[in-house]
DNA sequence: ATGAAAGCGCTAACAC
DNA sequence: GTGTTAGCGCTTTCAT
């Protein structure tokens, strides 16, 4: 059954005609006559023809590709957002390289591989990279925009939520609500959401003239999270509100407060997330947590990707879109208002 | 900054050799002199050159890229094996092409689109389709493995595990903890896995002289699965037991007995999924499941596509792993054995 | 409308 | 070891 490699050459001599009267007839906007088509597409049918993508892209010089890179899709959120990319692109006809950062290791490797791949475009999910290895895919002309992430002053488009807003939403929210041991559940250091929604948070208490009662690191992942709550909870003053940077961590931390500390929520401590992943809005968890437009990022990213690939000289952009808080059940005003 | 499309030619003229000696310098086994290398080396660097894949896969007829198509990554099951897949290909050199399966619409058009684009292989995580679907990607010699369905008697390999033997469990088991009225939540009803975890655990059901208290399709989806819990339970005689097809429909299926019903788990009904993914075992949930033994199922999936890729003539296999049961607190041996 | 011819950027014989 | 040559399968002028 194995048809190896028909040709169009191959069509050409079947249907009686030259080969670029095939090449017409697959191309989109041929100027053939019927009767040519017909017998191509017969010959083609009988040969189990398919144009070979790969030739056409190296003559046309596009590729009709974009890469997509993230980093993992443990959560949700991310695994949300690349479905809905990926679906949209490929309905545009574009074919979708997926790359992973690798945890450990080279990731100027992986960029490197995706300029040698001739994508059209770079979509950056939720990557955390330095200016130069943003700008080392930039330089190559390869329009690219990153998504849920910021990369410093640099001419790269970008599409992210207001994080820092969120976050001082969340200080602001907390401390109103009576409570003064509100702690902060970090997400990955380095990362530019991880940043803006810290600084947000403490300058939202600050704004209220409260601080910090602690912090510890959950890395944005649910096993991460587990331990640095059991730690923070450990404590003989132990916090009695926590934001947590992302709601897989939010909801990591109501799991071990209600089944290894016997905690009530909100009754004994109130919780906010971030990002409002479906899982958020179950009632089991119920949890406050402020909201990223999903839709709206990837549309706007995506959009801006394939702008930027039709005309080369648009000007990047950088998009902050804003959160909304989402009241739900795991934040509640403090009983004892000692204050 | 824009650099257009350096070629080994420019490279060539820079540094002074023929053009051959710059594809040798950037071939993993070439015989060149290192002086030579050298001296391409610094003229690449200079004029920021990059092979072309695209020219290279052209000449050596080998793309190095696997197709990964999907139907969805809502499931963390899903998102979990494409992470896994994605990550071992691309460890192995390879580039990784993701495509969805349309939700609605035409699914062949897809086919057509991976034939097209001359991969060296296909995964097929989770689609169900028929067997002329299965044989068109087969029949151009393109090698391609089935993870997580069957197709029938067909002459391609795949990899899934013993559903029958899961629900089978299911089946029995619910009814040895003295439970009268068992219901099953169905997943998509034309995919092999429901078919096959359905019937098993009628089987079950049946060596116990049991049989199907009601049944309701859930589609494998959270909110879908919530409306078949109501519906389902919204009878006069609800069920004191339900075998869900996924872990995702269980414990959706938990959150609405729990929050509208104000039943108890496992005090009021009993509760079985299947896949056992990683929330499944969150405190909050703490479902009895039938575990996949994804890690392995993916292992040999890749391992078998990279193999037929490497040995075109490799016939087929049909690879069953087995299921495991997880028992946690989602079941319960029914208080008041009437029976 | 159709065919002939010239490449796209690269690899792989083949001589030297 | 290195350069020369001939394509990979296709699109795209350019005549006809």
Chains 1, 2 share one sequence.
Not at 21 to 44: L, Q
Not at 133 to 141: E, I, N, R, S, W
Not at 251 to 280: N, T
Request: net charge neutral; hydrophobic share 40%.
């Amino acid at each position: 059954m194995k048809r190896k490699s028909v040709t169009s050459r191959d069509v050409a001599k079947l249907a009686g005609v030259s080969q670029s009267a095939v090449s017409r007839t697959f191309s989109p906007n041929a100027k053939v006559s019927e009767r040519t088509r017909k017998k191509v597409m017969d010959a083609s049918r009988e040969l189990g023809y398919r144009p070979n993508t790969i030739a056409r892209s190296l003559i046309t010089r596009s590729s009709r590709t974009i890469a997509v890179v993230t980093y993992s899709l443990q959560n949700p959120f991310y695994s949300s957002m690349l479905e809905q990319a990926s679906r949209f692109f490929q309905q545009q006809g574009y074919h979708l390289l997926l790359f992973f950062a690798p945890s450990s290791g080279d990731f100027d490797a992986v960029l490197d591989d995706i300029i040698r791949s001739q994508v059209e475009g770079v979509l950056m999910l939720a990557l955390t990279m330095n200016e130069q290895q943003a700008h080392l895919v930039a330089d190559f002309g390869i329009p690219m925009v990153i998504i849920n992430r910021t990369v410093n002053d640099s001419g790269i488009s970008q599409v992210s939520s207001d994080n820092f807003q969120g976050g001082y939403w969340a200080g602001r929210y907390l401390t109103s609500l009576g409570h003064r041991r509100i702690a902060y559940l970090a997400g990955l250091p380095d990362s530019s959401t991880e940043k803006q929604r810290r600084s947000g948070f403490l300058e939202g208490l600050a704004s209220m003239q409260a601080s910090c009662h602690a912090v510890d690191v959950g890395n944005y992942r649910y096993e991460d999270a587990c331990q640095a709550t059991r730690r923070l909870f450990a404590d003989s003053h132990p916090p009695d509100a926590l934001f947590a940077a992302n709601d897989l961590m939010a909801i990591a931390a109501m799991e071990i407060l209600r089944h290894e500390y016997c905690m009530k929520i909100p009754e004994d401590v109130s919780i906010i997330g971030f990002d409002d992943v479906p899982m958020a809005s179950w009632p089991s968890h119920s949890l406050t947590t402020l909201q990223q437009p999903v839709d709206t990022m990837v549309m706007r990213a995506t959009e801006l990707l394939l702008e930027q690939i039709a005309q080369p000289g648009t000007p990047p952009e950088h998009i902050t879109l804003p959160v909304t808080p989402i009241l739900r059940n795991s934040t509640r005003r403090q009983s004892d208002p000692r204050r």
